[in-house]
């Protein structure tokens, strides 16, 4: 069975970092692409950057270009997304996702076979 337990949410002050981390178990992780989205109240799932399996190609949502940073331990099973000169707008709920057997980076959530349950990140301005 696989899971994706995401970790490293929390409340921060705008302009300050966070790194969260998603851990996978129950499949080969290196032959899958992974991604990061978030939701904000009230607000649709958005993505916010894929990683693919070999770690060598990433993309990026434009309001995290820049900002965010998301890389792969394929030793360890572990996804990591690292968040700096954090804003207001970034508070969400953000989940960690696996496309399976793909080399293929997808910005539609629907595109992704599993899903990490969240962990909340709250921004103060």
């Known amino acids: 069975q696989v899971q994706l337990v995401e970790s490293g949410g929390g409340l921060v002050q705008a302009g300050g970092s966070l790194s969260l981390s998603c851990a996978a178990s129950?499949?080969?992780?290196?032959?899958?692409?992974m991604g990061w989205f978030r939701q904000a109240p009230g607000k649709e799932r958005e993505f916010v950057a894929a990683?693919?399996?070999?770690?060598?190609?990433?993309s990026y949502a434009d309001s995290v270009k820049g900002r965010f940073t998301i890389s792969r331990d394929n030793a360890k099973s572990t996804v990591v997304l690292q968040m700096d000169s954090l804003r207001p707008e970034d508070t969400a709920t953000y989940f960690c996702?696996?496309?399976?057997?793909?080399?293929?980076?997808?910005?539609?959530?629907?595109?992704?076979?599993?899903w990490g349950q969240g962990t909340q990140v709250t921004v103060s301005s």
């Open positions: 129950g499949r080969t992780f290196s032959s899958d692409a």
């Open positions: 990683i693919s399996p070999s770690g060598s190609i990433v």
């Open positions: 996702a696996a496309n399976r057997n793909t080399i293929l980076l997808y910005k539609q959530s629907a595109r992704y076979d599993y």
